[in-house]
Structures are given as C-alpha cells and as structure tokens.
C-alpha cells in the first residue's frame, strides 16, 4: 500500500496545454460580454436625451456583441483543432466514452460525492466524468446553439446574399418559426450559459478545496498537483 | 384573340401618356430601372391579360380594402382593369348563385392558366362548417380552385400564416394556405401584412403579369423584393435607436420627441415588410411614424408573442407563459441557491471530516 507520507516526483501533471489555457481565458472574458451586452441590448439601458449624433449606445453594446461573438466562434473554431492537435485531455469535453463501463461507475461516484455521501472523489489528471458530462451538455453544445442563432441574427442585419445570411439565417429563421423567437432562444440560451458558468465556478472553487487536487490554479499555470500520493484512481 | 392588357386600359379610358406613366410607376415599384420601362410598357401591349380568381375564406377584408386604396389612382385603374377580376365578391356585381356560377366558368374557361388570389383562410375543424360559402364549406372551394389554377398568390396574414382567426386556441383550426391538407401542389406567393401594404400588392401582380413568371421568394415564399428587409433596417427612427435614445412611455418627452419605439414593444426589429420604405396611403406615413411600435403584422403568430408593448416574447410550455428574461433569471436564481446551499454542507462535511482526521 502507498504510504501517504510518501512524496512522490511525478504527482504533478502537466495536463492544459498553453493553447488551451489561453482560449480557456479569452473564451471566458468574452462570454461575459456577450451576456452582459446582449441582456442590454434586449432591455436596453434608461433612455438618454440631447441629439442623436452626440450618442452611440446602443451601437457601441452592439458592437461590443459581434466582436466578442467573433472571438468566441474563432476561439471556438480553433478549440475544435485542438482537440485533435492537444494532448488526450483536450478531447474529453468534446467526447464522452458513454459506451465504456467505467465512465458510467465513476460518474455515480462522483455524484455520490456531491451528494455528500461518497467520503472522498476519486484522483484525476483531467476532468471527472461529472465534469466531461456538464461540460460537453452545458457548455459545448450551448455554445454551438448560441453560435448558430447569433449568426442567424447577425445575417438579418447583413442581408440577402451575405455568407450569414445564406448558410444561417436563411434556414434557421424558419426553424424557429420567426425572427422573434429566434431572439427568444438566443436569449435562453445566454441564461442556460450562465446557469453553466455559477455551477462552473460554483465547483471549481469548491473542488479546489475539497477535493484530493488542485484545479483552479490548474488552467492558470497547466500544472495539475496533488494533496495526497495514494494512486491515481481515476481514469483519465 | 385575346385581349391585351393595353386594350383593356385603352377601353376603361386610359390615354397612352397615363399608361406609360403607370409603366415607370410599376418598374419603380418593383425595384427595376428605366430601361424596364418599355419592357413593361410592351408586355402589356402584347400579353393577353391573365385572369385572377380572388376567393375569400375566414377574413376580415382588409387585404381588399388595402389594394383598392392603392396610392396612384392610376395605379388603382390600371390594376383592376389589368387583372380581370372575375370573381371576387366584395368588388363585384354579382350575387347569390349568379356569383358562384362564375367561379365555375372562370375555372373551366381558363383551366390551368388562372391566378387564384386567396384572402383569408380555411377552418378546417368540424369538416370546415366554420366558413361556409354558397353551402359548401370554403375549403372545397379552395381546394378545387386551386388544382386549376397556375399560381396561388396568399394575400395577408390570413392566407399566408393564419392571423388572428389561428391564433391560440385557433378553435375553428384556421389554416394558412400552404398548409391545407390535400391543396394541389402548385408555386405559392405569400404576401403577409395585415393588410400587406397596397402598392406592394399591385407590384406583386404586375410583375406576374409583365414578366410571366413568379418573383424571386425567399425560402419562406415571399417575394424578396419587398420582404427582404426588416421595418428595423430602413426605420427613420434607428438613429435614436443607436444612440440609445428610447420612447419610455408614451407621454414622455421622448414620444414627443420621436425616439425610438423599441422599448415600447417596438417589432420593427423581427419584422420583415416594406412599410419603412415603402410607408402607408402613397407613402404619406407608417405606424411607426405615428408613433406607435410595430406590431409586426407579418410575422407568423404574431398574435401569439405576448404584449405588443413589450419586446420580449413570452414563451409558453410547462403550463407557464413568461419571457425569457423571466425564466432564465428564475433558473438561475435556482442554480444559485443551490450552489450556496451546497456550499454551506460542503463547509460542514469538510469540516466533520477534517475532525476526524485530526
Ligand atoms: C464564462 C465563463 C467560463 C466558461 C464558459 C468556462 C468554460 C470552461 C470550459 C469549457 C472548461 C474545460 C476546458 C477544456 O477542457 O477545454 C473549463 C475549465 C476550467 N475552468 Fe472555466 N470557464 C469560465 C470561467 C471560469 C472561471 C471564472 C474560473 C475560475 C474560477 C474557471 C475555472 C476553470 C477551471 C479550474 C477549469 C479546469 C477544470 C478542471 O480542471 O477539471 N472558469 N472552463
Ligand atoms: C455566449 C454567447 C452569446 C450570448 C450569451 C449571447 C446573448 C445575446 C442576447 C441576450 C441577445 C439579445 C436577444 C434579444 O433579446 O433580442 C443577443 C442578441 C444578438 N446576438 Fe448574441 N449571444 C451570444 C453569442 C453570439 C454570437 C456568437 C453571435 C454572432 C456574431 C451573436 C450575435 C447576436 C446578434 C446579431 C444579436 C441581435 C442583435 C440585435 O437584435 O440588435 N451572439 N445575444
Ligand atoms: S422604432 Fe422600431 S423599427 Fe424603428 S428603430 Fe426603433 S425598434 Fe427599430
Ligand atoms: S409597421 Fe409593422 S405592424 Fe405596422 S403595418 Fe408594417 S409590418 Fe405591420
């Protein structure tokens, strides 16, 4: 049996690569913007007086929108890259092994654990399958819904015979049924992403304490470290 | 021989300057340079005119009332001589069975090269009782009409996405047009608005007839040249929308001043028509000029979106009707307290385990 007093040399892991750090980042600060430009651009701020030209607030929130839209759909572009160009960890939010047994197991062990009942999580490199689970529903496939409306919505200010237009607006406008409900969904959409981000920050703050590794100091420096030697138990 | 649509205008007492007066009114309309002009102008010297059956389902007759307001009283002769209007009862003479005796020539006498115009639409609960006309009910009507004609143009919101009669519950299940089970699979044009505007109506028409095919639609079927921009793109009222400068309330200084309607339930924004452009009554005004917001006429369901004085629509499901705004902060309030809650046992575990470590 491993002793716990035991160091070992090898207990950290360099798992987030620097790209991945770096998009995680850029990602983050710009879905913050987004949420915070686009809830005032549907309840815009107080009204203001004086002439129109001396003003340009709804203009510049909106602008805001589309660059930080841009940033999140190139990031996200180039997330999907990694995933294939990264280490194994960078293809966990994207794919969960679903058909193995093990995945499975150490999920209701995770959920045992946050229902207070398992004594202590298991040992990771990467993210726990509750985790993969959260991310890949929660965030990826919000995120492509976001991706796909706002395009949606950027193409009918573009117009007829923009790429926007053509290859989204076009198809998914009647998908939803008008223009409007278009903007509804948009909108759930941004509260299911923040419903993500507090349960996200909610955890990270949480497992960086309460669990047997470091995590938030993790996607700053990449370097996974551990509070106690006993073996890895945990798959990925 | 067939008569011309020229030959029709010359005998209603159209001189020729009229006519050709109306041709660059017409090529304007539509969007197409001067060099059009005689294109249109020889059309109609040359083309036989092309018969319109104007059938009436579940309505309320604005989209009749829109086109005989047609701005140019030229315009207005000029249409309703061009298209012959065989049938359409609010404008005719006809009555009782005399009239739907004249459905039935119209039908046969130009079987296949008809357009059939559909104001309104077909109930379809209770074998479609809800809309009965010369004892059968109107679905049949439409039904037949339609596996005769050429095209189908759905005036309205009616025919187009089912308006107000289809409105939640829609209890006598009032269907647009394309939707009418068993309908003869022939090109549809929808001209939505409530009513859709006059000139928009008579372009539409005119250009069928000039240049022999449908215009260009979108994939919702509706012409582009007049539904490919929302009221929001071309409003006069988008730079106080930029600059932020919103009507609050409609006796505050900013309705005087002519703000933006947006915060006022303004629709401009998810609405696709020409009323920005094209404007109301020859282009003297539009709702929005008179300062009251959009209410986005044209929209499929728009009556089902919530307030007409709030932007944001209420989503129904779950036995609830809120806006998003109302549900997502809800959701996250919930996700909120929860992460504090278990927050404050996760304290209380870390601390009994650290206890028993120690
Ligand atoms: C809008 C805000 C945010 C979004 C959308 C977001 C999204 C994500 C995603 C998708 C990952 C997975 C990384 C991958 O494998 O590709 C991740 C990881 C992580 N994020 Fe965030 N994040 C946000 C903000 C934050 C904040 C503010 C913190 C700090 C408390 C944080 C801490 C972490 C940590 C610690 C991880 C690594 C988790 C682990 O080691 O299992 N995130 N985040
Ligand atoms: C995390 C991602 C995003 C969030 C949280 C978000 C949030 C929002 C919200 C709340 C609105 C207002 C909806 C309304 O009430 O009408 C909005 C509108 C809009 N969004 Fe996004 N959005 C996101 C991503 C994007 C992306 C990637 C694009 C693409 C460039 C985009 C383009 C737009 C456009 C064009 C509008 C309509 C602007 C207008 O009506 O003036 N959004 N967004
Ligand atoms: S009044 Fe309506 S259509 Fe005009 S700028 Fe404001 S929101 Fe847009
Ligand atoms: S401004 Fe809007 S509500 Fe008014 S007629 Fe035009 S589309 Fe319909």
């Not at chain 2, 660059?24 to 102008?41: D, H, M, Q, T, W």
Request: glycine content about 8%; charged content about 20%.
């Amino acid at each position: 049996m491993v002793q716990s007093n035991q160091r070992h040399s090898e207990e950290a892991v360099y798992i987030y690569e620097a790209p991945l750090r770096i998009w995680h980042w850029i990602n983050a600060l710009a879905i913050v913007v987004l949420c915070v430009t686009g809830y005032f651009m549907g309840e815009p701020l107080p009204s203001v007086s004086g002439e129109a030209y001396d003003y340009y607030i709804m203009g510049y929130i909106r602008w805001m929108h589309f660059v930080a839209g841009y940033v999140v759909i190139v990031g996200f572009l180039f997330r999907i890259y990694w995933a294939f160009m990264g280490n194994r960890h960078a293809m966990q939010i994207f794919l969960i092994p679903v058909w193995k047994g093990w995945w499975w197991k150490e999920l209701f062990h995770e959920l045992l654990w946050y229902a207070m009942i398992a004594k202590e999580p298991k040992k990771y490199a990467g993210h726990n399958p509750l985790a993969v689970l959260t991310m890949h529903l929660a965030f990826v496939w919000v995120l492509i819904f976001l991706i796909f409306t706002g395009l949606a919505l950027y193409g009918e200010g573009t117009g007829m015979g923009t790429w926007q237009y053509d290859y989204f607006s076009d198809w998914i406008i009647p998908l939803f049924g008008q223009s409007q409900d278009l903007h509804t969904w948009h909108r759930i959409g941004m509260w299911v992403m923040i419903c993500f981000v507090i349960t996200h920050m909610y955890v990270a703050v949480r497992e960086d304490i309460m669990s047997r590794q470091s995590i938030i100091s993790s996607i700053v420096s990449g370097w996974r470290m551990y509070k106690d030697s006993r073996p890895m138990d945990g798959h990925e | 021989m067939h008569e011309t649509f020229y030959d029709v205008m010359r005998r209603q007492g159209i001189t020729r300057r009229s006519f050709l007066k109306y041709c660059s009114l017409a090529a304007a309309a539509l969007g197409l340079g001067p060099s059009f002009v005689p294109k249109i102008a020889h059309a109609m010297e040359t083309k036989p005119r092309i018969p319109v059956l104007w059938l009436h389902g579940l309505e309320c007759t604005c989209c009749s009332e829109s086109f005989l307001r047609s701005a140019h009283p030229l315009a207005k002769d000029v249409i309703l001589s061009m298209i012959s209007l065989d049938y359409d009862d609010t404008i005719m003479a006809a009555a009782g069975h005399q009239a739907e005796a004249i459905i039935e020539e119209t039908i046969e006498k130009y079987d296949g090269n008809y357009i059939l115009a559909v104001e309104g639409n077909a109930p379809l609960n209770e074998d479609g009782m809800y809309c009965i006309i010369g004892g059968k009910p109107f679905v049949e009507q439409l039904r037949h009409a339609a596996s005769h004609a050429k095209a189908i143009v759905s005036w309205g919101s009616c025919a187009s996405w089912g308006c107000v009669q289809a409105a939640r519950p829609n209890p006598t299940r009032a269907t647009p047009t394309h939707m009418v089970p068993g309908i003869a699979d022939k090109p549809i044009i929808k001209v939505p608005g409530c009513p859709p505007i006059s000139e928009v109506m008579t372009a539409v028409i005119t250009y069928m007839l000039t240049f022999e095919k449908m215009p260009e639609l979108d994939r919702q079927g509706r012409p582009k040249m007049f539904y490919s921009q929302r009221i929001h793109d071309k409003c006069y009222r988008r730079p106080h929308f930029d600059a932020g400068q919103f009507v609050e309330s409609f006796d505050d200084e900013g309705a005087r001043k002519g703000y933006c309607l947006y915060k006022v339930g303004c629709k401009g924004p998810t609405t696709y028509n020409a009323c920005s452009t094209v404007r109301w009554n020859g282009g003297l005004s539009f709702p929005i000029q008179a300062g009251h917001p959009c209410i986005g006429c044209s929209e499929d369901g728009f009556w089902d979106k919530g307030s007409f004085y709030e932007r944001q629509t209420n989503v129904k499901g779950f036995g609830i009707e809120a806006s998003a705004d109302r549900i997502g902060a809800t959701s996250a309030a919930i996700v909120g307290g929860a992460a504090a809650v278990h927050a404050a046992a996760s304290v209380v575990k870390h601390m009994t385990s650290k206890g028993n470590q120690e």
